[in-house]
């Protein structure tokens, strides 16, 4: 990352309260050190695997920086995650600590030892006694440094391993695709705990020169888009469900500050950008990546042609791509955010990487999304697996079978459509609602069906599974 005076502002944190102050590098590099003390003397040494459970605050970002300082793997997870989900991230990574809210660390199996935000409080506090901090690691640049998971189609999700190389490597996509400047405001409202948080919420603007805006609080059209423009955002970086509901709820007008505004996740539909365009003055410039990948492709900060409105972009500077019988390929040795490995299973030894997606290129090199190849979820932002909600299903005593698929949705792009085969009592709009309860206390709220549909039986394949593609007709 570039040097940066420590008197520089790094951070804009706003709470759940509306309250705001600014940090700057001096204090977030001196708090980050003590914690590194204090996560030494915990027993945390490099290589070992600390996991977050904690909002867009400030100690998630202070939590992430003392880990690369001392060569501990960050495994930060998405804050909504349920026991069941946490049991999987524990059984792969077994991580050495935790860091996180009370409000969700009673979700955490017993016996992980773990830091709290009194604990946090009592660390940086400069009256109490302080931990030597760690020595900063000399590391590799295939040494680990983040754990995040993906959502499994068929099994439990798996733990993607990024290297050291990972967290320079975000310059590409911070200069070619997100595209803030020096000294400006970029905020990334992706939740801890997702791929795109760790590279994007503050990594890709300080790459920038930029400060981030770090806002925990829940989605609200409305205050969104009077903090961006009370805060004077430059750089908005949102997933596309949340442009589809400030488009349809909100009366978007100009704001000087906004220069760029950027989205990935999952495809944006043309006429959105089209209508951000033409009532902000300023278009949405999509992107692609996966959490084995980083970003890929992108509208880059000098495409700015309507016709383009809803394509991924062209591959970002000196990323080799293929489009073979309809899936996008992407040679890992262009690619420099290239996960190393699966937790447990090694890494990619092949010549071109799968995505799984299927895409068009049109005569300009432009991409343009069509279709997954599997039956992973997207919604809202989310990726969701199937296997996770069905599993989640059929622990209810009056559920035998259950499967999970996308179903279109006009703000969320998809939703999850859940269908049931009954054990034992009748179909009913209550139960649908119990179900859905049900799934939102076993994992992650965002897995919960919406729609819940009863079926006596499920399409499967000779080999009893489940034709998933069959339902989504």
Request: charged share 30%; net charge negative; with cysteine.
């Amino acid at each position: 990352m570039q040097r940066f005076p420590f008197a520089k502002r790094a951070l804009v944190a706003i709470d759940s309260e509306s309250n705001r102050r600014d940090w700057h590098f001096s204090e977030l590099f001196a708090m980050s050190m003590g914690l590194s003390g204090a996560m030494a003397a915990r027993g945390v040494q490099r290589g070992d695997a600390v996991m977050t459970l904690i909002g867009n605050r400030v100690e998630w970002v202070l939590a992430m920086l003392a880990c690369f300082r001392m060569g501990a793997v960050a495994l930060p997870c998405n804050p909504q995650l349920r026991r069941k989900d946490l049991e999987v991230r524990l059984s792969a990574a077994n991580p050495r600590l935790c860091i996180g809210e009370e409000r969700y660390l009673g979700e955490l199996p017993d016996g992980v030892p773990y830091f709290d935000l009194a604990d946090l409080e009592r660390i940086f506090d400069e009256d109490q006694p302080q931990e030597t901090p760690a020595e900063a690691a000399d590391l590799d640049a295939e040494d680990p440094a983040v754990m995040i998971f993906t959502s499994g189609t068929t099994g439990d999700p798996r733990g993607v391993v990024y290297p050291q190389r990972y967290l320079p490597g975000q310059r590409l996509q911070a200069e070619h695709w997100f595209g803030a400047r020096a000294d400006e405001l970029a905020w990334c409202t992706a939740a801890t705990g997702w791929a795109k948080s760790t590279r994007n919420v503050f990594v890709a603007p300080w790459l920038d020169g930029a400060a981030a805006v770090l806002h925990d609080g829940r989605f609200d059209p409305d205050e969104r888009w009077e903090l961006i423009e009370r805060e004077g955002v430059n750089v908005l970086c949102q997933a596309p469900t949340e442009y589809r509901m400030l488009a349809k709820r909100v009366d978007l007008r100009p704001i000087p500050s906004v220069r760029r505004l950027v989205s990935a996740g999952e495809p944006l539909n043309p006429e959105v950008i089209r209508h951000f365009r033409e009532t902000v003055g300023v278009p949405i410039a999509d992107g692609y990546g996966q959490t084995e990948t980083g970003a890929i492709c992108g509208m880059r900060p000098d495409d700015d042609d309507p016709a383009k409105d809803g394509s991924m972009g062209r591959p970002l500077p000196g990323i080799q791509t293929r489009v073979e019988e309809g899936e996008l390929q992407a040679k890992p040795e262009t690619v420099p955010s290239f996960f190393s490995g699966y937790i447990g299973e090694g890494g990619f030894d092949g010549e071109w990487w799968p995505t799984g997606d299927q895409v068009r290129e049109d005569e300009d090199g432009y991409l343009w999304f069509e279709g997954r190849d599997d039956d992973i979820i997207l919604t809202a932002g989310y990726r969701v697996g199937p296997f996770e909600v069905e599993s989640a299903l059929v622990s209810h005593p009056a559920v035998a079978e259950a499967a999970a698929v996308a179903a279109p949705d006009e703000e969320r792009g998809s939703v999850v459509k859940a269908f049931v085969v009954l054990r034992d009592g009748e179909p009913s709009d209550r139960l649908a609602a119990e179900l859905q309860e049900h799934v939102k206390r076993v994992t992650a709220p965002y897995k919960y069906p919406r729609v819940v549909e009863f079926t006596k039986e499920l399409p499967k394949t000779a080999s009893g599974k489940i034709k998933r593609a069959e339902l989504r007709t």
